[in-house]
């Protein structure tokens, strides 16, 4: 059964509807931070904080006018370091979940660990060089609480699991995987891939039924990273949003190849299909 989505009230503001930071970006990466960024504002969010990398902080602005930077002092700075913790956890106090990952670049693994002390009771998701960092360090994974999100596909599974590089392991027998994803933190897990898997510890494991092989395209994943911290910043539990998140993301999808094909839709169209696919997951929890 899909969980309904938070209420929208009429007399609502911007302030009650929930605020991301999203901790992406770094030269040459600015994109995933946008698109991060973009699908959480089209999930109905309040407000989209970006912690960024000075370097490409004017070319978020342009792409995205509406989301309030939070960026390193200095202007030619490549990626987010140590330095900018500061301005990292001044940005968190005013939010209620966080997408951490999409575009950061490796050395975010430096402060990485002192950021994750930092969200142990905050509703996070964990994307992209992130999950690379907890593959390197995985005494963090357990660290995790059920207030958290992975989203690995399955060669950041295999890493995730010390299995190396082994994607084709993971796919072989992706349950199983799943399990031993379970047993090692107590996260909300997305394992992405066809028929992504949606699992947290002690919870059965869910099966998303919408999605296309055109979401093998880079920058699909940032899409869903964002729309699962929207959901979580409104007011949904870490697995729930997940649920959610992974049916509209898949259904955007579907309605993008309908209109031109699996091959030629792009990341940036899925945040763009996303006020269709809300509709048609808000007419599917009717239908349940």
Not at 99 to 110: A, D, K, M, N
Not at 120 to 144: G, Y
Not at 266 to 271: F, K
Request: contains cysteine; charged residues 20%; neutral net charge.
């Amino acid at each position: 059964m899909l969980p309904p989505l938070p209420a929208r009230p009429r007399d609502t503001d911007k302030s009650k509807m929930g605020r991301v930071l999203v901790v992406a970006g770094s030269h040459g990466m600015a994109g995933a931070a946008a698109l991060s960024a973009e699908a959480a504002m089209r999930s109905g969010c309040g407000y989209v904080y970006i912690a960024t990398a000075s370097s490409v902080a004017p070319q978020l602005t342009t792409a995205l006018p509406s989301a309030i930077l939070r960026h390193s002092l200095r202007a030619s700075q490549a990626r987010l370091g140590w330095d900018d913790l500061p301005l990292i956890f001044d940005a968190l106090r005013s939010v209620d979940a966080v997408v951490v990952g999409p575009g950061l670049g490796e050395s975010c693994e430096e402060w990485l660990g002192e950021f994750l002390g930092r969200l142990e009771m905050v509703p996070t998701v964990f994307d992209a060089d992130a999950l690379n960092a907890l593959s390197r360090r995985r005494e963090w994974l357990q660290q995790l609480s059920r207030c958290h999100v992975i989203t690995p596909h399955a060669g950041e599974a295999s890493r995730l699991l010390g299995w190396g590089n082994d994607a084709s392991r993971v796919n072989t027998a992706r349950h199983s995987a799943l399990s031993q994803l379970c047993t090692v933190t107590r996260a909300t897990i997305v394992l992405k891939g066809a028929d992504t898997l949606i699992a947290q510890r002690g919870a059965p494991t869910v099966t998303n039924t919408t999605g296309n092989a055109g979401l093998a395209k880079a920058g699909s994943g940032d899409v869903l990273s964002g729309i699962i911290g929207a959901l979580m910043a409104r007011g949904m539990r870490a697995l729930d949003a997940s649920i959610a998140a992974a049916w509209v993301h898949g259904r955007s999808a579907d309605l993008l190849a309908a209109e031109v094909g699996e091959e030629s839709y792009i990341s940036s169209d899925l945040a763009r299909a996303l006020g269709r696919a809300f509709s048609d997951y808000q007419q599917a929890v009717s239908a349940t």
